[in-house]
């Protein structure tokens, strides 16, 4: 399952963009990857890792603006066609396994 964050914060004040660089950072640090500028997804296990996620996205929100979260299913994210450009080559572990030796 993956989790898509899509954020939309204001930059109009010094206060404004701290707010949105330190929300940006807690999304890389939680495991976050970005799609787009302000679309972020991330790899869960299961529903209560989803809900989990959720929980921590809330408590680290930031003031203002609009912050949003979609559950997709690994086949409905599988499913995303690029109408233009390509995926990005990020060191991204898309696996579901549970030990995973590199």
């Given at each position: 399952m993956r989790l898509i964050c899509?954020?939309?914060l204001p930059n109009n004040t010094a206060n404004d963009r701290k707010n949105y660089r330190l929300f940006r950072k807690y999304l890389i640090k939680d495991g976050y990857l970005p799609l787009?500028?302000?679309?972020?997804?991330?790899?869960?296990?299961?529903?209560?890792?989803?809900?989990?996620?959720?929980?921590?996205?809330?408590?680290n929100r930031p003031p203002s603006g609009l912050v949003q979260v979609l559950k997709v299913t690994e086949a409905q994210?599988?499913?995303?066609e690029y109408i233009t450009g390509n995926r990005r080559a990020y060191d991204e572990v898309d696996t579901m396994e549970e030990l995973l030796v590199l």
């Open positions: 899509f954020f939309d787009q500028e302000s679309v972020y997804a991330k790899l869960v296990v299961n529903e209560g890792a989803a809900g989990n996620a959720i929980a921590r996205l809330r408590k994210f599988s499913t995303m």
